[in-house]
């Protein structure tokens, strides 16, 4: 390598001799820790205060690097920026090309040579797509979310990128928020494992790897308590709901390792998140010991002017900075205030320290500073994207996706061969749709449509039928989309063919671009004249099986009441036609669950099955209206959490509890025999719930304590079992930290949130 700064030279040299000193040392992952934090601080004591500065400020990509550098305007003055080195991070540069030319300058015309970060939003995958992460959810299966993470990173790193905006574990009560599909539901126990194997899968056993890229939990926090669902709103919550409900994914990103965390655009209980100290620095670096740095969403920080929270950009970055918040993600504050603010004494340089050091620290633990251009390797790149093993990869988590939500007079699997199929829906053919929103690595039209994935079982005669538009020239990034909502011309075609088919089948919902940043919705039925078209099919033909696309929970009574077959099939990425008809044919059988409550109407949201008793949830006189109810609606969702059925069926007995009290000490087994009562093979989701009857702050009906995924054969049957210790219990409690209370418990184990079997015990 030819180097034009001799400065990086022998700072390089300075940095491998420090290395060497400790070559007689057994390498632990503490040693190795220790001997990082010497490089970081070596570095520090040579970077003057606007180096310092430069490597807290995170940059959009700016120009095309293959041609002429800018040389007027906004573009000039970031590219001057980067070869002062005052640039740390860049966001939407791909591709090993591209990569290499801005590293490069980074690296070699800069004083000291500090490498930088290069992120991008590799939200389920970067060119081969994996289900929406909601979908991915719906498996249950952690492996299978750690291994779409894992393959996702090595593509990822193949074309130069180094750090991931994922995973997002913000927990989701409302459907009517767009980014419920960028999340894994409502759960807080199940959104706190999926947290950990996405992040294990990002960021593997091996940071320094070039097949792994460092890991992102956001929002920090309670972006997704969004007032109303409308994105960017308002969020005014408890503390008791912020720590048993929000933070404890989060805990669980530190506890598995994370290496940066972003904050998030809202403000809570009246304070930006950007500027929390109490989230930044006492809860997450402080309670928690997080050693990674903060990052700000895209131009969060100067948003707490608007907020009303800061008086102008100075401000926001003396807040900012003081709270806790290490990078500025395009918002220029920290590059143009953070100096003076330290000379006129708002901010110590201390903090900008700690950030810095915090920051230089990722750069050296995924080995940057080694090999700058350890991710530039274009034989790798064309190797790597899209290969065969990614593409079984992604086919086999999304498979394992699909909930079957009804199946009356099993009218699925269907048939092989002898039949006729008309398949109906705009969705059916449409190979961009699937691959969802936050896909910006990928190429339109390349998922494989449900059109495609039918169309390999040629045993029966199968017709398509488009019915209606959905989307017209739909993009990636538009503040709306452009809908044909109204046109019915194709109504009549689709009805012929339902008329002439021995089973329709349709594929409704959400275009992918529907869900997502920005798209919030008031209605949450099926958009367009999509139910209408559901409808006069129905009146032909009602041999109907619904496939839904879909990236948030929806409101459909009326399919619920009456089609017959129902599958929720989401936005499955590229693999998705093939995964849709393995399960419609039965060569998968269907094992998912939702990891969101689907509610009866909009009305309803938000809801979710861990709900609080209120004073008044029944009334023992049948005809007064003076409890928690609505008078037009069931209390009851649609389907519960935890719901979703199979082609085999299973049945649950013989609840036992190896003890009904225990002391804080000690620990019980819950057990259950599950049997698969069908000549189907298949796999259930066995869950188990806790309910804490009497606690210092009330308590919600139940709680998800643990799941276990178990496979049958015909008539198998097997004991499942769970242990209970304080820790399964302990809450956040009236004594402000986490603690488990004496007190009498129930016990719920069953298929879904609500039909379950039930017990008791006591804590001593």
């Known amino acids: 390598m030819k180097f034009n700064n001799i400065s ?60 002429p550098s800018p040389k007027e305007g906004q573009a000039a003055v970031k590219f001057e920026h980067l070869k002062k080195g005052l640039v740390g991070a860049m966001l939407n540069v791909k591709g090993v090309k591209e990569v290499r030319a801005i590293q490069k300058i980074a690296v070699e015309e800069t004083r000291l040579g500090i490498p930088l970060l290069f992120g991008f939003d590799v939200i389920h995958g970067y060119k081969t797509i994996s289900p929406i992460p909601l979908a991915e959810a719906a498996s249950w299966d952690m492996e299978a979310i750690r291994k779409s993470a894992e393959i996702a990173a090595e593509e990822a790193s193949s074309v130069g990128l180094n750090w991931t905006f994922a995973p997002m574990v913000d927990i989701s009560r409302d459907a009517r928020w767009g980014r419920v599909m960028e999340g894994a539901g409502e759960d807080t126990y199940l959104g706190s494992k999926i947290a950990t194997a996405r992040v294990k899968g990002f960021q593997g056993n091996d940071l320094s790897s070039e097949k792994t890229i460092a890991a992102c939990a956001k929002h920090f926090a309670g972006y997704a308590f969004a007032e109303a669902g409308r994105d960017y709103n308002s969020v005014d919550i408890s503390e008791a709901t912020l720590q048993n409900t929000i933070l404890p994914p989060f805990k669980a990103c530190v506890d598995a390792d994370v290496k940066t965390v972003m904050n998030s655009f809202n403000d809570l209980n009246g304070i930006p998140t950007t500027g929390s100290n109490y989230l930044q620095r006492k809860i997450l670096k402080g309670e928690w010991k997080f050693n990674g740095f903060v990052v700000s969403d895209w131009g969060s920080i100067n948003e707490m002017i608007a907020h009303g929270y800061a008086k102008d950009s100075k401000n926001a970055a003396e807040i900012a900075m003081n709270a806790g918040s290490d990078m500025d993600m395009e918002s220029y504050t920290y590059l143009e205030n953070l100096i003076s603010l330290v000379k006129e004494g708002k901010v110590d340089e201390s903090l900008i320290n700690d950030a810095v050091k915090r920051i230089l620290k990722v750069k050296f633990e995924l080995g940057l500073f080694d090999n700058p251009y350890k991710y530039c390797d274009e034989a790798r790149e064309k190797a790597t994207v899209g290969k065969a093993e990614f593409q079984e990869g992604v086919l086999d988590v999304a498979k394992k996706s699909i909930v079957l939500l009804k199946n009356e007079g099993q009218l699925l699997p269907l048939n092989k061969s002898g039949i006729k199929i008309g398949l109906i829906g705009a969705l059916a053919s449409d190979k961009t749709s699937p691959l969802g929103s936050w896909r910006i690595g990928a190429d339109d039209n390349t ?125 499955l990425g590229t693999q998705s036609g093939n995964a849709i008809a393995q399960v419609l044919y039965g060569d998968y059988n269907p094992s998912g669950k939702l990891p969101m409550t689907f509610p009866r109407n909009v009305g309803q949201v938000p809801i979710y099955y861990n709900y609080k008793n209120t004073g008044r949830p029944t009334m023992n006189e049948p005809e007064s209206v003076f409890w928690s109810h609505y008078s037009d609606v069931k209390n009851t969702p649609l389907y519960p959490f935890g719901y979703g059925l199979s082609y085999s069926k299973f049945e649950y007995s013989n609840l036992k509890l190896s003890s009904n009290t225990f002391t804080m000490q000690d620990k019980i087994t819950v057990s259950v025999v599950v049997k698969n009562v069908s000549k189907v093979r298949g796999k259930e989701v066995v869950q188990l719930y806790i309910r804490d009857l009497v606690g210092s702050l009330t308590r919600p009906v139940k709680e998800l304590k643990g799941f276990e995924m178990i496979e049958l054969g015909p008539e198998e049957q097997r004991t499942v079992s769970f242990t209970i210790d304080q820790n399964t219990v302990a809450f956040y409690t009236a004594n402000a930290k986490w603690e488990a209370e004496s007190g009498d418990f129930k016990v719920f184990v069953g298929g879904n949130s609500a039909e379950t079997l039930e017990a008791n015990f006591k804590l001593d």
């Open 8 to 67: 990086y030279l022998i700072f390089t040299v300075f940095l491998v001799l420090l290395s060497c000193n400790s070559t007689k040392t057994i390498v632990t992952p503490k040693t190795a820790q220790t001997n990082i934090d010497k490089k970081v601080n070596s570095v520090l004591k040579l970077m003057t205060l606007e180096e310092k500065v430069g490597q807290l400020n995170q940059y959009n990509g700016f120009w095309d690097v293959t041609g």
């Open 447 to 571: 998922a494989v449509s449900v059109l495609e994935g039918m169309q390999k079982y040629s045993g029966n005669q199968l017709t398509y039928s488009k019915g209606a538009d959905l989307t017209v020239g739909a993009t990636k990034f538009v503040s709306e989309l452009h809908l044909n909502m109204t046109d019915k011309s194709g109504f009549q075609e689709a009805i012929n063919l339902a008329k002439e088919s021995d089973v329709v089948v349709m594929v409704l919902g959400e275009h992918g671009l529907q869900t997502g940043e920005g798209r919030s919705k008031t209605d949450l039925g099926l958009p367009g004249v999509q139910q209408e078209l559901l409808e006069e099919i129905f009146k032909v033909n009602k041999r109907i099986v619904l496939v839904l696309n879909n990236g948030r929970p929806l409101a459909i009574p009326w399919a619920v009441e009456n089609i017959p077959a129902i599958v929720e099939a989401w936005q």
